[in-house]
């Protein structure tokens, strides 16, 4: 096991070292209040439009259950776990009143840039998109220089879709970047690019799908590391992880509603050490949320627990069917074990 070497690292006798383990409740329990919502994005993000995500109700508040559509069910059980976490035990206890976002601005035009960044107020970092479908290597150079125009903190993220050779020469180009995160698909990519630019690299994807969250770090491959909620399998989780890894942290969102984002801010202010400018401020990407979203006030969002609206715009019957037998398998394999030992862990 890695050291507990981090900034992060939990106190002794703290209640995120114990108290973690929730016993999962019964499939019925949760279908019983769960409603599927889709929510119309303002921009094209990560390839979909729409954002399709179940939420929940349990005895501590709301949860959220949103595995993208293409993940599988193995996947999907760590984002389960994070919703039952959210809605049956509640968040762990803040230790500061509000936390930095950054503007997340998806893969537009330059002509574009100003008016997503007037999304959120007072944010002093965004992170631009690049690499996506159509980009080209001009598209990507005014983006980011539309938005540095702007903000002083400008970071990349490419999903993991350059070669390293790409990774290493667009990153030269796209001037002074505070990191570029996941240029490369694997951990091997991540170090290769690493050691070839001055620019940090962060982990994302290195972290969040992988089988070990912290393999990236122990390679050396990454400077910082991007933790999400949702697919990390809840905030103790994400805590306990953060705690073992001693590098700049950045809490971001997985395109969660409201009720996910509320578990991703409240994880990111029950951190012991501050975060780099995070990923929460998604609920602007959204033309109506499941509740009034996350805006930065001042670059900054505050922890609160979230109860959806009564008028929820609710999927299509068939996709709603098509939730609801996702939960279904993904709950059976939660129940089986799956994702549990390390769950219960924290
Ligand atoms: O980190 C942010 O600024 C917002 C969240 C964000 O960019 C993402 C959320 C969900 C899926 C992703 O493709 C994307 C990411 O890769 O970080
Ligand atoms: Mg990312």
């Known amino acids: 096991m890695f050291p507990l070497a981090g ?28 409603q599927v919502v889709a929510l119309p994005m303002r921009e094209r993000f990560r390839g979909i439009t729409t954002r399709e995500v179940m939420v929940f109700r ?6 959220e259950f949103g595995p993208f559509p293409e993940y599988d069910d193995a996947e999907a059980a760590w984002w389960l776990a994070a919703g039952i976490e959210a809605a049956w035990q509640g968040p762990p206890s803040p230790l500061r009143d509000s936390v930095e976002v950054n503007a997340t601005v998806p893969a537009v035009p330059a002509d574009d840039v100003a008016a997503i960044l007037d999304r959120f107020p007072g944010a002093t970092t965004a992170k631009v998109k690049v690499a996506e479908p159509g980009d080209t290597l001009d598209d990507e150079v005014r983006r980011v220089a539309a938005v540095r125009d702007r903000v002083p903190n400008v970071r990349v993220d490419a999903n993991g879709k350059w070669t390293p050779q790409q990774a290493i020469s667009t990153i030269r180009e796209l001037g002074e970047l505070q990191y570029a995160e996941q240029p490369c ?27 070990d969250p912290l393999r990236v770090v122990r390679a050396g491959a990454a400077d910082v590391a991007v933790v999400k909620v949702a697919p990390l399998g809840g905030m103790r989780r994400v805590l306990a ?13 997985a395109l969660d509603s409201a009720v996910g984002m509320a578990a991703g801010v409240s994880c990111a202010a029950a951190l ?28 900054r969002v505050h922890p609160r627990l979230v109860a959806p609206d009564d008028d929820l715009l609710l999927a299509d019957p068939v996709r709603a069917t098509w939730w609801r037998e996702r939960l279904t398998r993904t709950h059976a394999l939660l ?6 030992s390390e769950w219960a862990r924290v």
Not at 275 to 298: E, H, N
Not at 335 to 340: C, E, I, K, L, N
């Open 272 to 299: 012991p050490g501050e975060t780099l400018a995070c990923g929460l401020g998604t609920g602007t990407m959204f033309t109506r949320d499941v509740a009034t979203p996350f805006v930065p006030v001042d670059g």
């Open 7 to 34: 900034k992060n690292r939990l106190k002794p006798g703290s209640d995120l070292c114990h108290g973690g383990s929730v016993s999962i409740p019964s499939l019925e329990e949760i279908l019983d209040t769960a």
């Open 241 to 253: 992880i953060a705690a073992d890894i001693d590098l700049d942290i950045v809490v971001s969102s």
């Open 58 to 63: 349990g005895p501590a508040g709301w949860g």
């Open 335 to 340: 129940a089986a074990g799956h994702a549990a």
């Open 185 to 211: 698909a694997t951990v091997e990519e991540l170090a290769a690019v690493r050691a070839a630019v001055d620019t940090p690299i962060a982990a994302d994807e290195s972290i969040r799908r992988a089988e």
